[in-house]
């Protein structure tokens, strides 16, 4: 564990993050623009509407480019940490999660290094550590935490793991991604899990949340396309909760939902349902956001390269979105 414990601190030196000196989670906004202005502005006094009309969605202001420190639940015990990286360009917006788990550390160094990247168009916001006091003694959690993967949408009075759930989906709902991947291990890869089941056995699967067009669905699918045909058979992703068939993709069904989880509040498109209180669900919560979660398999593959993989399937994706 020493090895581990030293790249730990390494990454952490080289992260960047330390330099994090905003106290709160901060994205600005340029004023919204005066509503009503055109050709018929003024109204005359007979259209004055007696209702304020709805507010239509503006265009995201595209913030200067730079890194601003991106902080969850700031001030308290459970602070998390993190980045948003301005191209100061238009383009899409990714937000990515590493360490929901403490003991999937392939998913945070990978998202360390996410953390430094350099991007062209868009905005990227990066969590590397969620659940930062469980990765520093790699255990999955903490018991006065609680299983973050388990709490969506989370509470904002409820236990840790409830409020960091829902600091998530606070930071989701101001950032505006896209995609959002939650960087994860399991442990044997789902190819090799025999009759076994369970969440311990879906290693090397890109799971695609509730709710994803089949645009989506395609765009992802060309992605796993991609990184696995850089990669070893054995490394090969499966991907997880397409309702029809990729080419040149092996899907399998998602994950039975967890017992007792909430009913899904909207249908789902693309035979994932938002059953559960994984990150799968996120799509509900956090508008326009289709979340991807990354299972990686530890048996027999090394940290190093699971971390490899991880950051290879964020690269292709930004690269495939016109952000590197
Ligand atoms: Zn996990």
């Not at 623009?33 to 595209?62: D, E, H, K, L």
């Not at 916001?125 to 709490?151: C, H, K, Q, S, Y």
């Not at 490394?235 to 909430?262: D, H, S």
Request: aromatic share 6%.
């Amino acid at each position: 564990m020493s090895s581990l414990s030293r790249r730990r601190f390494l990454a952490l030196g080289g992260s960047g993050l330390a330099a994090v000196g905003v106290s709160a989670y901060s994205l600005t906004h340029a004023a919204e623009p005066v509503s009503g202005a055109g050709a018929n502005w003024p109204p005359t006094p007979t259209a004055v509407p007696t209702q304020p009309p709805a507010p239509t969605p503006t265009p995201r202001p595209i913030e200067p480019r730079g890194r601003v420190a991106a902080t969850l639940l700031p001030g308290s015990d459970y602070q998390v940490d993190g980045v948003a990286i301005h191209s100061g360009q238009p383009g899409p917006r990714l937000m990515v999660l590493g360490g929901v788990h403490g003991n999937e550390p392939g998913g945070w160094f990978a998202a360390e290094a996410i953390a430094n990247w350099e991007i062209k168009t868009g905005s990227l916001l990066v969590f590397p550590r969620v659940n930062w006091r469980a990765a520093a003694i790699v255990e999955r959690t903490l018991p006065e935490i609680g299983d973050i993967n388990r709490a969506y949408p989370g509470d904002p009075n409820g236990v840790p793991a409830q409020r960091i759930a829902n600091a998530i989906i606070d930071a989701g709902r101001e950032f505006r991604p896209e995609l959002l991947f939650d960087l994860h291990e399991s442990w044997v890869f789902y190819q090799e899990r025999g009759a076994n089941n369970g969440t311990a056995f879906i290693g090397q699967t890109v799971a695609i949340g509730g709710g994803a067009t089949e645009g989506t669905v395609d765009r992802i699918a060309n992605v796993v396309r991609m990184v696995n045909g850089a990669i070893s058979t054995r490394e090969e992703f499966l991907m997880r909760g397409a309702a029809t068939p990729r080419p040149g993709i092996q899907i399998v069904p998602p994950n039975n939902p967890a017992p007792g989880a909430p009913r899904p509040q909207t249908p789902p498109s693309n035979g994932v349902t938002f059953n559960g209180t994984s990150s799968l669900s996120l799509g509900q919560w956090i508008p326009g956001c289709v979340p991807i979660l990354v299972e990686m398999g530890q048996r027999d593959q090394a940290e190093r390269r699971r971390s490899d993989l991880h950051q290879m399937l964020v690269r292709t994706t930004l690269e495939q979105s016109g952000m590197m």
